[in-house]
């Protein structure tokens, strides 16, 4: 695969070598990613701290430029009054310059607190040249009182106005001072607000990379053996057993691979066993095949080679019995007409078998044409009745008014429905026996019912096979083969029916089989 040729197929291998559980390697990667918020959290801290330190830092420069305004503003103050002084020649304005003074004296003392080591020696001189100053502002307040006015004009000339231009110009070198500090304060905040924006972006930036490669790394150590279990199965599932599933996984992933591998050469033996049963299976379907082909022809030949000379032995007993070639002495007549019975018996068995073996070869066709319903239960009851009264059997038939003539093979329908009533009588030791015809939705149900013996549940599933019947005192007392069912089953399937019965042991039995209005018919 092109990702593990890729940079990233080592990480991915190494992840999937570790010998830890998925859920440990998860819990693993969610932990780094807290890890990665925790520390971002801690730069994000870290430089609103450093933020917040130079924001003070500036407020405390700003205040400080703040301050030397003021003294700025109290020099000239004192020298506004100091010449309000000489004009006024009062002593109103001498209170107002020491009230100044007393002001800038205590600015002063403020900025010299929070001033570094290289201003306190300016502020020292400003201090010194304010003491100046109020020295020579004694003087001239002297001299005015004593009305010496050109002496307090001189000394302001020559004294004050040097002292007060000094003191003027170290306060500029002040406030410039401080102002040239607030102005590196401001450019180190917004310096550091860079920094931070950047180091915040690139700790983002580096969070998010990893996490993502992490992530990728993680879940492609995850996804590579679940495609390869995915292309592994889809071999399963075409039939391709005994493979080898390979993955570098040593977690779950790589247990269940070895699984998978274990469970595609079990497969491929039993598959192999499977074939090696089917081509002996096909072997015995096939002689199967023959020797049922060879049964279907045989009972066929021999069904119409014995039906012949019985067919014949039938036509001389009853010629005999009606006397043809004489008078049948009455010692006589009872053994012909037992012989009669029971050769009529043996031909319906051979047609019996004769039809089965015709429906197995697939022979058999239906000869479809117009028939009517009631004709059919009419023939079946007439054809029955006289067994009904020797057992002295209730035997009703009921057809449905208004069923119109059918399509079908009315003859074997009429077979179908002889085999029924006729176990029906046979299996019924008293009581009655009725049968109903009924049609809905263009389909015809003739339905048998008798009050007889019954049928165990556990064999009602089993009545329908050939030769079969529910157990061999049954064929003692009764007779019978145990094909009449299972050639009316077949008869109604070739009609496109279903054929049932509900039965219960000792309570009697109800065969019914549904045929189609008109059935198209068909080979067996």
Request: hydrophobic share 45%; net charge neutral; proline share 3%.
């Amino acid at each position: 695969m092109a990702l593990l040729s890729s940079p990233l197929g080592a990480p991915v291998r190494a992840v999937a070598k570790i010998r830890a559980s998925v859920h440990v390697k998860l819990l693993a990667g969610f932990l780094l990613i807290t890890l990665l918020f925790i520390a971002m959290t801690a730069v994000s801290l870290r430089t609103f701290a450093e933020t917040a330190r130079e924001t003070n830092l500036l407020d405390q420069a700003h205040e400080r430029v703040g301050w030397s305004r003021q003294i700025e503003h109290a020099l000239a103050m004192q020298m506004h009054f100091t010449s309000m002084t000489l004009l006024s020649q009062g002593s109103d304005p001498v209170s107002l310059i020491l009230r100044e003074n007393n002001r800038f004296n205590d600015t002063l003392a403020r900025l010299e607190i929070a001033a570094p080591a290289e201003e306190r020696a300016l502020i020292q001189a400003i201090r010194g040249a304010q003491d100046d100053a109020m020295a020579t502002v004694a003087d001239i307040a002297n001299a005015v009182r004593d009305k010496r006015l050109a002496e307090a004009m001189t000394v302001l000339r020559t004294r004050q106005e040097p002292v007060y231009q000094k003191i003027e110009t170290l306060v500029g070198s002040l406030v410039a001072a401080e102002e040239t500090r607030m102005a590196k304060f401001r450019a180190s905040l917004a310096a550091t607000h860079r920094q931070s924006m950047r180091l915040m972006a690139g700790f983002a930036v580096a969070s998010v990379v990893l996490a993502l490669v992490g992530g990728f790394v993680i879940s492609w150590s995850f996804i590579l053996p679940v495609r390869a279990a995915h292309g592994f199965l889809s071999d399963v599932a075409a039939g391709r057993f005994g493979g080898t599933l390979v993955v570098p996984n040593r977690d779950e992933f790589g247990a269940l691979a070895e699984h998978m591998t274990w469970m595609s050469r079990e497969l491929r033996r039993l598959d192999d066993e499977q074939r090696v049963a089917a081509a002996t299976l096909r072997g015995l379907n096939d002689r199967l095949a023959l020797a049922s082909r060879a049964k279907s022809e045989f009972l066929a030949n021999m069904s119409h080679e014995l039906r012949t000379p019985l067919n014949a032995i039938l036509g001389f007993t009853e010629i005999i019995l009606d006397e043809l070639y004489g008078e049948v002495p009455a010692n006589l007549r009872e053994p012909l007409v037992d012989i009669q019975t029971n050769g009529r018996h043996l031909l319906s068995l051979i047609n019996d078998v004769l039809d089965l073996s015709k429906i197995e070869a697939g022979r058999l066709e239906l000869g479809v044409g117009e028939y009517s319903v009631q004709e059919i239960v009419e023939v079946v009851h007439a054809s029955l009745r006289s067994l009904a009264i020797e057992k002295g059997l209730a035997f009703s038939v009921r057809v449905a008014p208004g069923i119109p003539t059918a399509w079908g093979d009315g003859r074997r329908l009429t077979q179908c429905l002889l085999n029924l009533a006729g176990n029906a009588l046979k299996f019924t030791r008293h009581g009655r026996v009725d049968i109903d015809v009924s049609l809905a939705d263009d389909w015809l149900t003739f339905r048998v019912v008798d009050t007889g013996i019954g049928i165990p549940k556990d064999e009602v599933e089993n009545i329908f096979a050939e030769f079969r019947q529910v157990d061999t005192t049954i064929t003692r007392e009764y007779g019978g083969t145990g094909l009449g069912l299972s050639i009316t089953k077949r008869l109604v399937e070739l009609h496109g029916g279903r054929i049932g019965v509900e039965s219960e042991l000792g309570r009697g039995s109800t065969f019914f089989f549904t045929v189609p209005l008109r059935a198209d018919g068909g080979p067996a």
